[in-house]
């Protein structure tokens, strides 16, 4: 289940309006990003998916980094109704945004 800004997000991103760069959800729940950037799992509780391995613990990772419902979403990086709408909340600049959470 995605959580409430994900819902916004893909709602106006989904090439149905014309709400900016297109995306989409596949069925196992990834973002694929129509011009080619990163996808990504979204709508899974970050917590669950940590006892795996490979991420860094919750209180660990940056303020910047917002997991509604405590599960990875649209907004975990992007800036969501800022003048910058849609900037990752920090650079990714030798995959630092991913590192946050990815502990590899």
Not at 5 to 12: D, K, P, R, Y
Not at 32 to 50: E, F, T
Not at 80 to 91: I, N, R
């Amino acid at each position: 289940m995605l959580d409430t800004f994900s819902l916004q997000c893909i709602t106006c991103h989904s090439g149905q309006t014309d709400g900016g760069p297109e995306v989409g959800i596949d069925e196992s729940g990834l973002v694929r990003h129509a011009d080619g950037a990163v996808n990504h799992p979204i709508g899974r509780d970050y917590d669950q998916s940590s006892q795996f391995g490979g991420y860094r613990m919750k209180s660990s990772l940056s303020n910047l980094i917002f997991l509604p419902d405590g599960k990875v979403g649209c907004v975990s990086c992007h800036e969501s109704y800022t003048q910058e709408h849609g900037k990752l909340v920090m650079s990714n600049r030798a995959s630092r945004l991913c590192f946050e959470c990815h502990d590899l």
